[in-house]
């Protein structure tokens, strides 16, 4: 017997991972959660059929969501992580005995109790004592917060369901309100390749770059992703993530990374001409 | 009705494209060769059931093998296309006015055929009076010729099959015999990410380092292959492509391009430290 996961990638496109076992199927208010076994990916994560994270590749997402605002403002003390209940988020910046609160807003306790079970790979930092756990809507929080942070990372799913309200303007412009002067607002920002993903990459970049001094689009492989051609916002309102980044410093941190290295952060700035003139063109 | 074609990309993955219509099905002395027709991707071409080229992405592969070299040394005058028999690789070098002399080395002529008659986006240059076809072994053509080339570019499939001669000592070493003193290899180099494919990355980049004082390796999203991350090597006897490209010569030639561009060219040689480790510990 063969046992096969299929992701309805688009309405054209289907990828598929051969699995040992369904290990879990819960539903929260918000979504349908699961977890499989593969042999090439090990366990993997999908919200409502859709994948998540992977103990195969999961390095690379975390690398880059994480490691590129650290390089380029090493005085980060506070952080807000926007989603990401897999923990592997909250894993990275636990790494950095500098930071010395994370506070890390998760809509849908399911997953990260789901997470915990199955994923410790990801999931093994929560309770780090700088991490701070909030199940509650990302909306709401940074409308409503007094704390004020100099790096706020949004891992998000696809703005389809619960992900819808953290591709608005009013987030946004929230997020930019409760960032210090040095703040980094980095975002889960979509793939240029499938239409319904550059839509949104465009929307969000769009919003965004009228609400940040700057705003930069940047790009990793990760294959377990639609087209696996990915990309994150970076917007500050002061610091230049290629100008402001000072790499002996973050080398100096001793920090070994799988995916992330210097070169890797000024290479992953260097967007293919479509894709840049899809951002320019918004 | 349904109709989809399905690739086996690794023992554990599948890929699948919704499609409107076979076109077309035939079979060399060397392959299968097929066509389809899709919504996604558009037209795109199979060699034993394993993606060759979509109208959709073409210009990914074809801008990435050919203008890295192109702008590293805009005095290249002969050129040899090793495989390539889609025409994409031969249509982005015709845009090079300088160029005076292309040969392509095809093995299988019904890969041409099939593709003048169903992918005129990649084939419709072959005709150009610089170009000569050779529907021969590319192995043997390396070994045979008294020509001398300034570019050569391997643009195979996969080292099973017609392809494995190709990621050959011997290969690349007669490849270097019949280049000129600023002669530059491109080959296609697989990928890092699955096994099967980032074994053949290693063994061909340690082949190559041995023959050719630079060896390097570069990156580019390709949707369309197993996991979309996929390589091409660029070895050659005295020019660096990053310290030696002059982009002010090359963005004056005024050539368009949809992938390739100046930053995207440094930007692509930062590779991911795992990948960086696999090559370097060969």
């Not at 997402?61 to 490691?67: E, G, P």
């Not at 990372?153 to 409760?178: K, W």
Request: aromatic letters at 12%.
């Amino acid at each position: 017997m063969e046992l096969w996961y299929t992701e309805q990638q688009t309405d054209e496109v289907r990828f598929s991972i051969k699995v040992k076992q369904h290990l879990y199927t819960g539903k929260s208010e918000f979504q349908d959660v699961d977890v499989f076994e593969s042999e090439e990916f090990g366990k993997f994560l999908t919200l409502d059929g859709l994948m998540m994270v992977t103990e195969k590749d999961e390095f690379i997402y975390h690398d880059m969501i994480t490691h590129v605002a650290m390089a380029t403002n090493p005085s980060i003390k506070k952080v807000l992580v926007i989603g990401g209940g897999d923990g592997g988020t909250v894993r990275e910046l636990t790494r950095y005995s500098h930071i010395e609160k994370i506070d890390m807003v998760e809509i849908d306790k399911l997953v990260v109790d789901v997470s915990r079970e199955y994923l410790p790979i990801t999931a093994s930092k929560l309770d780090d004592p700088r991490v701070s756990l909030y199940f509650e809507d990302g909306i709401r929080f940074v409308a409503d917060t007094k704390e004020v942070y100099d790096l706020i990372l949004v891992d998000s799913t696809d703005p389809i369901g619960p992900g819808e309200g953290l591709f608005t303007t009013e987030f946004y412009q929230n997020c930019f309100n409760i960032l210090s002067d040095n703040g980094i607002l980095v975002n889960q920002s979509e793939s240029p390749y499938y239409d319904q993903f550059s839509h949104e990459m465009k929307r969000a970049h769009k919003k965004i770059k009228n609400i940040f001094p700057i705003s930069k689009v940047y790009q990793f492989h990760m294959p377990t992703y639609p087209s696996g051609h990915w990309l994150f916002g970076f917007a500050s309102k002061k610091l230049d993530p290629i100008k402001d980044v000072d790499f002996d410093k973050w080398n100096a941190l001793g920090i070994k990374t799988k995916y992330y290295n210097p070169q890797l952060h000024v290479g992953c700035f260097a967007l293919p001409s479509y894709v840049q003139e899809m951002l320019d063109n918004e």
